[in-house]
């Protein structure tokens, strides 16, 4: 798919990362939450990509830093309600993704009614591989992302139990925000969630395509 900007290194210049919850009925059942009716989405700032070398911080207000593998599809080029049908043209390629959820606030902020802002948007929360050309996964729906925490195997799941597929996603969800060459959708995350401390080592992957690891380190205030 041509492209005025490199979209190999989409992270640099993308605006938008949408990420959809509750996305595999095992990790909804995990976390006590009912199944949707319809994706559940949120968003994640620019500012949360981080690429490997660096470490995950885990924020100073955060004592239940969870881990989410995810499957992430890369938009290349402008996608405004477009059908079904015709969603996957829209697609430049895919990366694996953890959207890296402080727990702790999360329950904080459904407690209370507000946003998950505190709890998924924190810089660094969205580590990312390298990028993926489309054509190199003749479909997205047949593969297996697993992620491992100091060598432990913690998630593994076949993206073909996705509730609701790609072009359902990006159907929806173009159909409420104008989708962008760059931007970056969060599929969802099978079962395994749980928490990680400073220095563990994730390592995730998608099957034996490529793998990604980072380590966990603790942020500190400033004042």
């Given at each position: 798919?041509?492209?005025?900007r490199p979209?190999?290194?989409?992270?640099e210049?993308?605006?938008?990362?949408?990420?959809?919850?509750?996305?595999y009925?095992?990790?909804?059942?995990?976390?006590?939450?009912?199944?949707p009716a319809e994706?559940?989405f949120?968003?994640k700032?620019?500012?949360?990509?981080?690429?490997?070398?660096?470490?995950?911080?885990r924020p100073?207000?955060c004592?239940?830093?969870?881990?989410?593998?995810?499957?992430g599809v890369?938009?290349?080029k402008?996608?405004?309600?477009v059908?079904?049908?015709?969603a996957?043209?829209?697609?430049a390629g895919?990366?694996?993704?953890?959207?890296m959820?402080?727990?702790?606030?999360q329950?904080e902020?459904?407690k209370k009614g507000?946003?998950w802002?505190?709890a998924?948007?924190f810089?660094?929360?969205?580590?990312v591989s390298?990028f993926?050309?489309k054509?190199k996964i003749?479909?997205?729906?047949k593969l297996k992302?697993?992620?491992k925490?100091?060598?432990?195997?913690r998630q593994?799941g076949?993206?073909?139990?996705m509730?609701?597929?790609?072009p359902?996603l990006?159907?929806?969800?173009?159909?409420?925000?104008?989708?962008e060459?760059?931007?970056?959708i969060?599929t969802?995350s099978p079962?395994?969630?749980?928490?990680?401390?400073e220095n563990?080592?994730?390592?995730a992957?998608?099957?034996d395509?490529?793998?990604?690891?980072?380590k966990?380190?603790?942020?500190?205030?400033?004042?």
């Amino acid at each position: 798919m041509a492209s005025s900007r490199p979209l190999a290194r989409f992270w640099e210049w993308g605006k938008n990362i949408v990420c959809v919850g509750r996305n595999y009925a095992e990790h909804a059942k995990e976390l006590g939450n009912a199944l949707p009716a319809e994706p559940l989405f949120f968003l994640k700032p620019s500012s949360a990509y981080l690429r490997e070398g660096s470490p995950i911080l885990r924020p100073y207000y955060c004592t239940d830093l969870h881990h989410e593998v995810e499957l992430g599809v890369v938009i290349g080029k402008r996608t405004r309600a477009v059908s079904q049908e015709a969603a996957m043209e829209h697609v430049a390629g895919y990366a694996l993704c953890l959207d890296m959820t402080a727990r702790d606030a999360q329950k904080e902020c459904k407690k209370k009614g507000l946003p998950w802002t505190l709890a998924k948007a924190f810089s660094t929360s969205c580590p990312v591989s390298e990028f993926v050309p489309k054509e190199k996964i003749p479909d997205p729906h047949k593969l297996k992302i697993w992620l491992k925490v100091n060598g432990q195997l913690r998630q593994e799941g076949e993206t073909s139990s996705m509730i609701f597929s790609i072009p359902h996603l990006i159907s929806y969800i173009s159909e409420i925000i104008t989708l962008e060459e760059g931007d970056l959708i969060l599929t969802g995350s099978p079962s395994g969630v749980g928490s990680v401390e400073e220095n563990d080592e994730i390592e995730a992957g998608i099957g034996d395509i490529l793998s990604m690891r980072f380590k966990v380190a603790q942020q500190t205030r400033r004042t």
